[in-house]
């Protein structure tokens, strides 16, 4: 692990002061203690438009003209990051529409028309990602799917998914009632989010039968 890692935190919440963006300052403190460069960021101050039709959309640089700040979240911070965490709400059992929106709009900076398309997708792999989730349902299935996505998405980014922390509260700052110490385990993630292994074996991977190396 490296001291100089650089951690960012993305809250998607709509509100500023809500449980989610507790999870995310209890990651950030995490991620800092353990030495590391972190920032948090709220994706209001960042995200309003949704993904268009880019045949349309490109100006005559093809370069996206929504006119928002997604341009310098993703390129100077998520492409600089060596970690993300990623905060949410469980919006309708999913992330919130910003989240999504966020991560649909990636294809606005990495598809073969956009500028410097190859560079940012070389830019993708390798990150480590954390997931936390505030969430009033204590279901354990509420958030499968919300999981599911991740997954499958840091799996085709070539990222590693390295931890979910789920609370479950629904009124403001309520999640430090929650017994099974979310706010605790945020801090953890973030603690540990550089150092964490992702083993993801196939068939013919090539491996030793030890997963911790002596």
């Not at 060596?82 to 929106?101: C, E, Q, S, W």
């Not at 390798?126 to 958030?143: H, T, W």
């Not at 789920?166 to 150092?195: F, W």
């Amino acid at each position: 692990m490296s001291l100089s890692s650089k951690v960012l935190v993305v809250c998607a919440s709509p509100r500023r002061d809500g449980n989610s963006s507790m999870l995310a300052e209890a990651a950030a403190e995490g991620a800092s203690e353990r030495g590391h460069e972190v920032e948090v960021v709220h994706l209001i101050d960042f995200v309003e438009g949704s993904l268009r039709d880019c045949r349309t959309c490109r100006n005559s640089s093809r370069e996206c003209t929504i006119e928002d700040g997604y341009a310098d979240l993703f390129i100077n911070k998520v492409l600089l990051a060596d970690a993300i965490i990623f905060a949410t709400p469980l919006h309708y059992y999913g992330m919130t529409g910003r989240l999504k929106n966020f991560f649909d709009r990636i294809f606005c900076y990495t598809s073969d028309s956009a500028p410097n398309g190859a560079e940012h997708t070389s830019n993708l792999p390798g990150k480590q990602i954390g997931l936390l989730i505030s969430c009033e349902e204590s279901y354990v299935g509420a958030n499968v799917a919300l999981m599911g996505q991740f997954q499958e998405m840091t799996r085709y980014n070539r990222q590693s998914f390295v931890g979910v922390v789920v609370g479950v509260a629904n009124s403001r700052g309520e999640i430090i009632r929650d017994p099974s110490d979310p706010l605790e385990r945020a801090r953890e993630l973030g603690h540990r989010v550089m150092d964490t292994l992702v083993t993801d074996y196939r068939l013919d991977t090539d491996r030793s039968n030890r997963v911790w190396q002596e």
